[in-house]
């Protein structure tokens, strides 16, 4: 199989290009495109990317993919490989570091900027928050989120405005955290959404969705702030 | 909270309703002047006359025009923000926008007051 792999190394290239590798796959075996990457490394050990888990849990190896976003650890060749051949980019509208690796700085300042964490003003109970079953289950398709930043970067709007729209993973945990009973910031976070850039940059064409190696719908969740957000306003 | 002053209103909410509320009139408007022009045997200068000497469609399509600058003003901002990046570019062009959308309301209200 012909692997087209993007290859970046600012200490020696002047500009990005494309490299030609033939990998010899087993027989009778579906590898995951990690398992490509892996076979790349041993001939030619300058290939640069990031894995760790590798079975969809760290969300270190999120690659564009013959053109798709996705995780290269849990996306099996025959799935994306048609006419013998892949091609790994890396994730598209965030800085190379080197290869396959990007500098997710932006995507991490906008996840900071949403406060992804648990506020509550009222005195602590004597052991835990409590939460009935029916206000935990909506939690559930927003708090799985690895923050892979497939979605983010497969998203035209935060590709052209990435210092002011949140984009997609950082508002699926910015709704995480408003749809939460034990928080007791709404209106806060709200307050620090309810501009132009923040949310509603979003033009709902639904890339994250389609892209999101875990299933979730970022679209809906940016949804639900939107109408949060009107009913506040209207 | 990201700061902005060229957008229509100062919040997002603001500018989501206000494009969606301006859609919905210009889709009305749309439709009735097809219905009309389609409904109407033989359309002639006289019949078309008639319809703008009444008051109830110079205020509508005074409103048609009036949502045609607000959605226009969000949709035309939203790509002058999306695409051009030097401040001093995307604010001629902003301009040069809110310019173009202020001569056509004008001239629109002197073509239904002046019929």
């Not at chain 1, 598209?92 to 080197?98: D, E, F, N, S």
């Not at chain 1, 809906?220 to 209207?234: D, E, N, P, Y």
């Not at chain 2, 990046?85 to 001629?92: D, E, Q, S």
Request: aromatic share 10%; with cysteine; net charge negative.
């Amino acid at each position: 199989m012909l692997v087209s792999l993007y290859r970046y190394n600012p200490e020696t290239d002047n500009v990005p290009y494309m490299q030609d590798v033939e990998v010899e796959l087993p027989e009778g075996k579906d590898l995951m495109v990690l398992d490509v990457l892996h076979m790349i490394k041993e001939q030619d050990v300058s290939v640069a990317f990031r894995r760790s888990c590798r079975e969809g849990v760290c969300g270190s190896d999120g690659m564009n993919i013959n053109g798709m976003n996705r995780l290269a650890c849990v996306t099996p060749v025959s799935e994306v490989v048609k006419k013998d051949k892949l091609v790994l980019r890396p994730l598209p509208g965030l800085p190379v570091v080197r290869d396959l690796v990007v500098d997710m700085s932006i995507f991490y300042q906008q996840y900071e900027r949403i406060q992804p964490y648990l506020i509550n003003d009222n005195p602590e109970p004597a052991i835990e928050r409590l939460q009935s079953p029916e206000d935990r289950e909506k939690l559930d398709g927003l708090y799985e989120c690895i923050l892979c930043a497939c979605c983010s970067s497969s998203c035209p709007s935060f590709w052209w405005n990435p210092d002011k729209f949140v984009g997609p993973a950082g508002l699926l945990q910015a709704y995480r955290f408003l749809a939460d009973s034990r928080d007791t910031a709404t209106a806060e976070r709200l307050d620090n959404l309810d501009d132009p850039f923040s949310v509603f940059r979003c033009r709902g064409i639904m890339n994250c969705v389609s892209v999101c190696p875990k299933g979730l719908n970022p679209t809906r969740a940016i949804g639900h702030i939107r109408t949060m957000l009107m009913q506040r306003t209207t | 909270m990201v700061r902005s002053v060229t957008n229509l209103g100062r919040t997002g909410a603001y500018d989501w309703l206000m494009q969606r509320v301006s859609a919905v009139v210009l889709a009305l408007y749309t439709l009735f002047l097809t219905g009309f022009v389609l409904g109407s045997s033989d359309l002639d200068y006289a019949q078309w006359a008639g319809l703008f000497d009444q008051m109830w469609m110079r205020i509508f399509s005074l409103l048609a025009l009036i949502s045609l600058g607000i959605h226009s003003w969000v949709g035309l901002w939203t790509i002058t923000t999306d695409y051009i990046k030097p401040t001093a570019l995307r604010f001629v062009v902003q301009a040069g926008c809110g310019l173009i959308m202020f001569v056509y309301l004008v001239w629109g209200v002197e073509i239904l007051w002046g019929l």
